[in-house]
């Protein structure tokens, strides 16, 4: 039984973090998906996200706002808002106006935004870390105890749950709603949507909002989870979920999903097998072999030539 | 009458400060201050500017070194061995020929060789490697302990008085924390302490959980950590949610309030080895009061030490004589120098001869007292 519960563990343990993944994954993939670009800012617009949060939940402190509720709405509202608004700025100032040039030149781009927003957090809230306390302590255990057994945390639950809405709602908008079908369209022939009426560069500023507020729900749940946020986080969690997203076929956004909760997955695993020192490697061999045996990802279509 | 004397008497006072600061300008002695303005460690490396800054700024207000002033300058290593590096460079382009730095054991490392070559004389105030004194280089003094001294007396405590039974040793994978972590599992083990688990983390990293939940497999009762506070605090944090309740200790590396902001309370009872608490020595006070009245914290684990660095160099050039750094190098070999940090003197690989570290433990709240 105590192996059993071991690895159900790792599992529990691969899942939270790769759901995470997963919610920064899709802004990388719906933007690929639709304008063929790597925004490479949003690992730092992800980072944004916990830094609103965190003052938010500062704010909101001082202003002796402190139950829970209302805690936890006010981070995720303002992280939301504010990121999904850097999002929508970010396109505006540094895509838009490179729009059907190279495909290298938005790319440039997209590392000068990155590296631009990194230091406006580095000179405006500097560089130590900042602590933010986890407002849900507890733990749920299965088995006999929690040193035999399962332990998953409140927060952890709390992840699952947030991201599974996120997830659906973002399906169901994406499927069903009038925006989504636009969406849909863009992705497929954006000069053709573009000829049918459809108002493309608010589409295309649509996805940003989009992957930004995804990349602030992240934001807020991984900084609760983990207590310590700086201004170099972005870069990590930038790549692994660009990983995700390759992993699981870019441009497609179950692909996201799926690459995000399977490289958690091989993340935890990896770190037990191998010990923790080699959690990327396994994390990286693994995308290496994918890339190798199905160029396209898990859930992607062969890109086919459009005429 | 009157008025013409006091104008002949502003014309000399106008005549003498211009010489003065003519002298000034022409020669003063730089002094490079290498460390991490920036990145995940800064405030380690805030510690060993304001302990150099006060420094200088005492020595200068005394009348300088043989007449010059000193004059600190800031350099950003960002605690990156490259941009260690790149700074190193610049420092030799500077013309400086007095480094107080860097502090990554890390950066100090690659940097050291640059200036031993080019006749720059460094002491570092917080690089505890043994291998930056070990390659017989003449220009690189330290005024801190080791990690090969810090590893056993960490060791020692654990295997006499903490006495677990199966212990892991976790580090970082870098110079400073991965030194220290193999010289206390030589010491447990040496001991007969049972080592189960001796592994790396990726620094930067933010999820332990799946390590934790292999220690708990392990059963461990006790566990080393080597590296630095963000990770430490982190792996604190996350073993007090997820149930396992041990006692940690750390290098000093992790003895910085940051880590109690980070963990809150798991970081209560962590122990944590630092070199003797030198602000709170009765014979210190007016140094803490100055510090203070800058509205400085004067308890970090470097800015006595930095503090030191920047005494000895002044005092060194000025029983040498001269700003010739060789010459400096062996005024620091043979004589003794009364620091805040107690009397210093140097061994011929320019490590301290005496130099002890403390176990502390650690208090939720920051503070920390004395282990027994």
């Not at chain 1, 829970?68 to 995720?76: E, K, N, S, T």
């Not at chain 1, 692909?255 to 399977?262: C, H, Q």
């Not at chain 2, 017989?136 to 060791?155: K, M, N, V």
Request: aromatic share 8%.
């Amino acid at each position: 039984m105590p192996e059993l519960y071991h690895y159900l563990q790792q599992l529990i343990n691969g899942l939270t973090v790769g759901s995470t993944y997963a919610l920064i994954a899709i802004g990388y993939t719906m933007v690929y998906g639709i304008i063929g670009m790597i925004n490479f800012a949003h690992g730092e617009v992800y980072m944004i996200g916990s830094y609103i949060a965190f003052i938010a939940l500062i704010g909101l402190t001082a202003m002796g706002l402190d139950s829970l509720p209302i805690l936890m709405i006010g981070a995720f509202a303002a992280s939301m808002i504010v990121t999904s608004a850097y999002g929508y700025s970010i396109e505006r100032v540094a895509y838009r106006p490179l729009r059907g040039s190279n495909r290298l030149i938005p790319l440039i781009s997209a590392i000068g935004m990155s590296i631009f927003l990194q230091n406006v957090v580095l000179l405006t809230q500097d560089s130590k870390d900042k602590a933010i306390p986890n407002l849900f302590p507890g733990n749920l255990v299965f088995g006999e105890s929690t040193m035999n057994g399962v332990t998953v945390s409140y927060m952890q639950v709390l992840i699952f749950i947030v991201t599974f809405v996120a997830m659906y709602g973002l399906t169901l908008f994406i499927s069903r709603s009038r925006l989504g079908r636009a969406c849909r369209a863009c992705a497929e022939d954006i000069k053709m949507a573009n000829l049918l009426g459809i108002n493309t560069n608010g589409i295309i500023a649509l996805t940003f909002v989009i992957g930004a507020a995804l990349a602030a729900i992240a934001a807020v749940l991984i900084s609760m989870q983990y207590g310590v946020i700086n201004p170099h986080i972005g870069f990590l969690a930038g790549i692994k979920a660009f990983t995700a997203a390759v992993l699981g076929g870019i441009g497609s956004i179950p692909g996201a999903m799926l690459g995000g909760l399977v490289l958690g997955v091989a993340e935890a695993f990896g770190a037990d097998i191998f010990g923790d020192q080699y959690k990327d490697v396994v994390a990286f061999s693994l995308l290496v072999l994918v890339l190798l045996f199905r160029p396209t990802g898990i859930l992607g279509r062969p890109e086919v030539e459009k005429v | 009458m009157k008025n013409k004397q006091r104008l002949s008497k502003l014309f000399l006072a106008m005549a003498l400060s211009s010489a003065a600061s003519y002298s000034l300008a022409a020669d003063p002695i730089k002094i490079a201050l290498a460390g991490p303005v920036t990145g995940a460690v800064a405030q380690y490396g805030d510690m060993q500017f304001i302990g150099a800054e006060m420094a200088i700024e005492q020595i200068n207000k005394a009348g300088g070194v043989n007449g010059a002033q000193l004059q600190g300058v800031r350099y950003d290593d960002a605690c990156d061995p490259k941009q260690a590096v790149a700074v190193a460079n610049k420092i030799v382009n500077d013309g400086v020929s007095f480094v107080v730095g860097h502090l990554c054991s890390s950066s100090t490392q690659p940097a050291s060789d640059i200036y031993e070559d080019e006749g720059i004389l460094m002491i570092t105030a917080a690089s505890t490697s043994p291998d930056i004194t070990s390659r017989g280089y003449e220009l690189i003094f330290r005024t801190i302990g080791l990690d090969s001294l810090q590893g056993p007396t960490a060791g020692n405590f654990i295997a006499d008085h903490v006495k677990p039974k199966n212990v892991a040793v976790i580090h970082d994978k870098q110079q400073y924390g991965e030194g220290i972590a193999t010289a206390v599992k030589q010491t447990l083990e040496g001991k007969g302490v049972k080592v189960s688990m001796f592994e790396g983390i990726n620094a930067g990293d933010k999820d332990f959980s799946s390590l934790i939940a292999r220690l708990k497999r392990e059963g461990v009762d006790f566990i080393y950590y080597g590296g630095y506070h963000p990770e430490l605090g982190l792996l604190l944090r996350q073993s007090k949610e997820k149930g396992l309740n041990v006692r940690f200790m750390g290098p000093e590396g992790v003895g910085n309030s940051e880590i109690s902001a980070i963990a809150g309370p798991a970081s209560e009872g962590m122990y944590v080895t630092l070199p003797k608490s030198f602000d709170q020595d009765p014979k210190n006070q007016q140094l803490v009061e100055a510090f203070k009245a800058k509205k400085q914290d004067p308890s970090g684990p470097f800015v006595f030490p930095a503090y030191a660095a920047v005494q000895v160099i002044a005092e060194g050039i000025e029983k040498a004589g001269s700003t010739d750094t060789d010459k400096v190098a062996e005024a620091l070999r043979s004589n003794s120098f009364d620091t805040p940090t107690g009397t210093l003197e140097f061994d011929e690989k320019g490590d301290l001869k005496n130099f002890n570290f403390v176990v502390y433990e650690w208090h939720q709240d920051g503070t920390k007292t004395e282990a027994k």
